[in-house]
């Protein structure tokens, strides 16, 4: 709900302005922002209405803080560091002043704060000084940790307080709530002279922030109708009533007024009614009124159980209304099945953070990779000085990590997302010394979390399920051999050595086995497999002096390969002696789409059973990648993509491993996972749904260039089906002329599906311009299964997958299989008839129903 009054008190003239997505930069000669008595000024509202204006931690990171910024041995410098009134984002100084953009973060995108040296940074850097004074920020997407250290100990947990509340409090946020505390934070930005009174170039200035070119004449008629006073300034309740009429939602009225009728109220009835149009054909009068209660504001309302329409939009915009299936957050799939049968979220190159010919490498990027739900990282292993290994992209100009420092990331951050079971594919290169050198450091660093025997003794060579793995133990109370299967769920009755038997926060080393012969010494020259397909690609770039020490062996490395033996997929044919599921096969994306075109079905089958690994060609120097879409649809489980290159490509990634917890692992759909199906992607059968997809509205959508205030989106929504090449397709709207805050579309666009269980739909919004390629704003993508049908909010997010909130696409959605098609189908997805806007950017006027 939009706040009552708006205070009148003028902000000390030290302080920064309070932008939602730019502040201006503080200067450093400048006194503290504030002294601790003096601390209410009128940009304080947003700290109020998240509860936090009072308190100490954020009192004093309003004040800011100098730490001590980190990057080298020599480059460690002071720089200023204060929260923003808007509790949004964080003003830092730059030693040359930059766009004012670029001297803030924001705290929704910060992903941990780390305190002492639990950064990379840190523990090579930071030895100088003493961990309670240190701390790390590590943040979503591609932007690099910030490693700082605090004057005192208490300075230092004073931040790591105020931002864990800042987060949590973000975190608690209804979309409603975000939208009032982005709208007043420009608003405040926007009266120039701070007089909490908004003129009408003030009032023209705030619209062009919020990405809105309003028709001069309409602007200045709203702009009249709410200047009671009549003294050309809106002040108090008329900015209120400005802002409740430039939010309104004319398409939610004109929906919630179709089911409420005239007394423009909902009843639970009402409400269940619009659930059941909606697809949601579970809903029970229970359910309507249980929504009442969570959602709706006005508390005489909600004692009568009707719903008004501030708390219909209040649920529409929540999660329960959302796009995405609620239900399919949580990790809902059958867990138990063989690991084959799975998605498995993986990395390729997962040491880079850039390119694979000069970038950096980094532990951070593990620590990033596991956060986003990833089960399989690769580790490309080097010889290193002073018998250590090391990691890195081998022949090219980038940085090398210690093998040792990675384990010891995967140790403390593998199992901080997903409980699920990690996957280490390693690319062995190193000689027979430095391999039992690996095997050391991975018995002891991971200790019981490492996997070395078969879990199960009656079926070793089988593959284990990603759940728990039901273990047997003998009663201490009987001296007879009594067996008993403890239940998994059971924490209580889970017996002491049940760390054996699980499968669950443990890890797996994908590796080459050592044959059951071998020579004298122990070691034989096994037979070149797949990975080295990866060094025939690196010598044709002209890395002429391969390593070929990764031919031998050492048994202790070997011995780690349990259930992931890396093995050389020579040929689709069934053999004589069927191989064991346990060996993996890894294939660049030429190969696979080879097989792909000319196996389909026999690749299917294969991957029905065995896991597969597909990687990047190594010829995409700057670490670009391949669409995975065509890997899943043949039932590879392994498609390992540059984690550190944002693009559609890991849109999809982020949209597969959306669900099911976000665990990392996905079962496959049943065609794939039947060793005698009879499925070929190339080859899916005729149309069996039709999904129909009505673009309604946009929402808040964000300011590409903040520097620019007239600088205002045309936006347009495209949308994208991601399966069998037979179902792959795009569709787009028309573009709204000057209009990022609530373009009006209301266009249909319609799809026909053939295998809808492998599907993808991204949602993606862009910036149209006639003379170059769009201007990316924005998308979001699921999986069709879990895309629930009717009037739903897409909520956007950026090209790091960041939170765009309250940026949202407003969309009507129906899917009809083919035996619900005409009559029956339809009347499941009533068409809906709304009003589109024009292109003149003016918000509609509201309904006259």
């Known amino acids: 709900m939009l706040c009552g009054s708006w205070r009148s008190r003028r902000r000390q003239p030290e302080e920064p302005l309070v932008p939602a997505q730019v502040a201006t930069p503080v200067g450093l000669a400048s006194p503290p922002a504030s002294q601790e008595g003096n601390i209410k000024r009128p940009g304080l509202r947003a700290l109020k209405k ?13 004040r800011g803080s100098r730490f001590c910024k980190i990057r080298s041995p020599t480059w460690q410098k002071e720089r200023l560091y204060r929260l923003q009134e808007d509790g949004l984002s964080v003003w830092f100084q730059r030693r040359i002043p930059r766009a004012p953009s670029q001297h803030i973060f924001f705290v929704q995108h910060i992903e941990a704060i780390r305190e002492g040296h639990q950064s990379e940074g840190l523990r090579h850097f930071g030895g100088a000084f003493e961990p309670a004074r240190c701390l790390t920020i590590a943040f979503k997407g591609r932007r690099k940790n910030l490693d700082l250290v605090a004057p005192t100990a208490e300075e230092a947990q004073r931040w790591v307080r ?42 023209k200035n705030l619209l062009r922030m919020v990405n809105l070119d309003m028709n001069d004449m309409y602007a200045y008629g709203l702009f009249k109708e709410c200047d009671r006073s009549k003294n050309e300034r809106l002040e108090g309740p008329e900015i209120e009533e400005f802002l409740r009429r430039l939010l309104k939602r004319p398409e939610l009225e004109e929906i919630f007024h179709r089911y409420s009728g005239e007394d423009r109220v909902l ?3 009402e409400l269940l009614e619009f659930l059941e149009d909606q697809g949601e054909h579970k809903a029970t009068l229970a359910h309507a009124q249980q929504l009442i209660h969570t959602y709706e504001l006005n508390e005489t309302a909600k004692q009568h159980e009707l719903m008004t329409l501030d708390g219909f939009m209040m649920y529409l915009l929540s999660p329960e209304g959302a796009a995405l299936d609620l239900a399919h957050t949580r990790v809902f799939q059958d867990m138990d099945q063989p690991l084959a049968h799975y998605f498995i979220s993986s990395s390729h190159n997962t040491y880079l953070t850039d390119s694979q010919i000069g970038g950096p490498s980094s532990t951070e990027a593990y620590v990033r990779a596991f956060a986003q739900g990833c089960r399989c990282v690769e580790l490309d292993c080097w010889e290193g000085p002073g018998g250590e290994p090391v990691i890195y992209h081998g022949h090219t100009l980038t940085s090398k990590i210690l093998f040792r420092d990675v384990i010891q990331a995967v140790r403390e951050h593998a199992f901080t997302v997903s409980p699920y079971p990690v996957i280490l594919s390693l690319e062995n290169h190193c000689g027979l010394e430095q391999q039992a050198a690996m095997a050391r450091h991975l018995h002891t660093i991971l200790g019981d979390m490492l996997v070395t025997q078969t879990l199960d003794s009656q079926n070793p060579e089988e593959l284990p399920s990603p759940e728990n793995f039901p273990c047997v133990y003998i009663s201490p109370v009987d001296s007879d051999l009594l067996f008993q299967v403890v239940d998994k769920e059971d924490p209580v009755n889970t017996c002491s050595t049940c760390t054996s038997f699980r499968l669950k926060g443990r890890v797996l080393v994908k590796g080459k086995k050592l044959p059951d012969t071998r020579s004298e010494n122990g070691c034989i020259l096994s037979e070149r497999e797949e990975e080295d397909e990866e060094e025939d690609e690196e010598e044709e770039l002209g890395a002429v002096e391969q390593r070929r020490r990764a031919k031998q062996i050492s048994p202790e490395l070997s011995a780690l390969a349990v259930y992931c033996c890396a093995t050389r997929l020579r040929t689709l044919r069934p053999p004589p002696v069927p191989p064991q599921p346990c060996q993996v096969s890894s294939l660049s994306e030429r190969k696979a789409k080879k097989l792909i075109r000319e196996a389909g079905n026999s690749f299917v089958r294969h991957n029905a059973r065995h896991l597969t690994r597909v990687y990047p060609l190594g010829l995409r ?28 490509e890991m849109d999809l990634n982020a949209g597969r491993f959306l669900v099911n917890g976000q665990c990392g692992y996905i079962l496959k759909p049943v065609r794939l996972r039947s ?12 149309p069996r749904t039709t999904l129909t997809i009505q673009v309604l509205t946009a929402q808040q959508l964000p300011k590409l260039n903040t520097e620019k205030p007239n600088s205002i989106v045309d936006p347009l929504v495209r949308i994208e089906i991601h399966g069998v090449p037979a179902d792959c397709a795009r569709k787009k709207t028309n573009y709204v002329l000057n209009n990022g805050f609530n373009p009006r579309w209301g266009q249909t666009l319609e799809f026909q599906l053939r295998v809808p269980e492998l599907a993808l739909v991204r949602f993606v919004v862009e910036d149209y311009d006639a003379t170059s390629p769009n201007d990316f704003v924005g998308q979001f993508t699921l999986p069709l299964s879990s895309l629930k049908q009717g009037y739903r909010h897409i909520h956007l997010l ?28 339809a009347s499941l997805c009533p068409t809906p008839a709304l009003r589109s806007g024009g292109r003149d950017g003016g918000p509609a006027p509201p309904s006259s129903r």
């Open 50 to 62: 998240m509860g936090l204006s009072e308190d100490e931690d954020v009192r004093a990171m309003l």
């Open 267 to 269: 009843s639970a009835s």
């Open 162 to 203: 105020g931002l864990a509340k800042l987060r949590a409090r973000l975190d608690a946020m209804s979309q409603r709530e975000r939208l009032d505390h982005w709208i007043h934070s420009y608003l405040h930005r926007a009266d120039s002279n701070q007089d909490s009174k908004m003129s009408f170039k003030e009032i």
């Open 621 to 648: 120097m700057n670490s670009a990648n391949y669409s995975p879409q065509e890997m899943w649809n043949s039932g590879c489980q392994l498609v390992a993509l540059n984690f550190q290159t944002p693009g559609y």
């Open 675 to 686: 060793p005698n199906t009879t499925f070929d992607p190339e080859c899916p059968g005729p």
């Open 798 to 825: 950026s090209k790091d997958g960041a939170s765009l909130s309250p940026a949202t696409l407003f969309v009507h959605i129906c899917i009809r299989s083919r035996a619900t098609l005409g009559s029956a189908g």
